[in-house]
């Protein structure tokens, strides 16, 4: 069965950027959509993204458009969200899941499965 | 962009209670591709729906999910005392995905 391990918290100044890794094991990764969602504390949850590794194309939610990179290596199985500009606000919890599968007929969307354990990036001068 | 609205915003309940969780769009959500979440406090969110009514793998048969179009239910038919936590729904057949605001099940 597939798990999604994230990188540890991280602690980022105002202005600064943040790179959060996401590795995939135990199952196909290429042809699966990894999403990320963010979680501000005690908030509700927000999607930022994907990516189709097996494409290599990326899709951004308008919020965070010019802001966000999110890419994929498949020699390692890892997808990662970059997020720039970092301001007090993106103080939040990252998630990265599975959600979306590219099939011969094209791209299927599906709910997100499985989901990575969570990366708590703190922004603070 | 769709937009979910769930109610009620909190649920108290007694364990063994049914619970009636609803979500409502913005516009028909295509094929039903609404799925249901479960996030425990400090825990990452767990898929227990999909397509509205397909309980994902290992999701026990207490809950179920039913609707069509724009208005969508879960429901928990006995709560048990690892069951109170937050619920999201999501819509997932257009882009972007979008989530409710949850609704918190609450222990009366």
């Known amino acids: 069965q597939v798990q999604l391990v994230q990188s540890g918290a991280e602690l980022k100044k105002p202005g600064s950027s943040v790179k959060v890794s996401c590795t995939a094991s135990?199952?196909?990764?290429?042809?699966?959509?990894i999403t990320w969602v963010r979680q501000a504390p005690g908030q509700g949850l927000e999607w930022m993204g994907r990516?189709?590794?097996?494409?290599?194309?990326?899709n951004y939610g308008q919020k965070f458009q010019g802001r966000v990179t999110i890419t994929a290596d498949k020699s390692t199985s890892t997808a990662y969200m970059e997020l720039s500009s970092l301001r007090f606000d993106d103080t939040a919890v990252y998630f990265c899941?599975?959600?979306?599968?590219?099939?011969?007929?094209?791209?299927?969307?599906?709910?997100?499965?499985?989901w990575g354990q969570g990366t708590m990036v703190t922004v603070s001068s | 962009e769709i937009v979910l609205t769930q109610s009620p915003g909190t649920l108290s309940l007694s364990p063994g209670e049914r619970a009636t969780l609803s979500c409502r769009a913005s516009?028909?959500?295509?094929?039903?591709?609404l799925a249901w979440y479960q996030q425990r406090p400090g825990q990452t969110p767990r898929l227990l729906i999909y397509g509205a009514s397909s309980r994902a793998t290992g999701i026990p048969d207490r809950f179920s999910g039913s609707g069509s179009g724009t208005d969508f239910t879960l429901t928990i038919s006995r709560l048990e005392p690892e069951d109170f936590a937050v619920y999201y729904c999501?819509?997932?057949?257009?882009?972007?995905?979008?989530f409710g605001g949850g609704t918190k099940v609450e222990i009366k």
């Open positions: 135990g199952g196909t990764f290429t042809r699966f959509a």
């Open positions: 999501q819509q997932y057949a257009n882009s972007p995905p979008t």
């Open positions: 516009q028909s959500v295509t094929s039903s591709y």
């Open positions: 899941a599975r959600g979306g599968e590219y099939e011969k007929t094209g791209y299927k969307p599906t709910a997100f499965d499985i």
């Open positions: 990516i189709i590794p097996f494409l290599d194309v990326a």
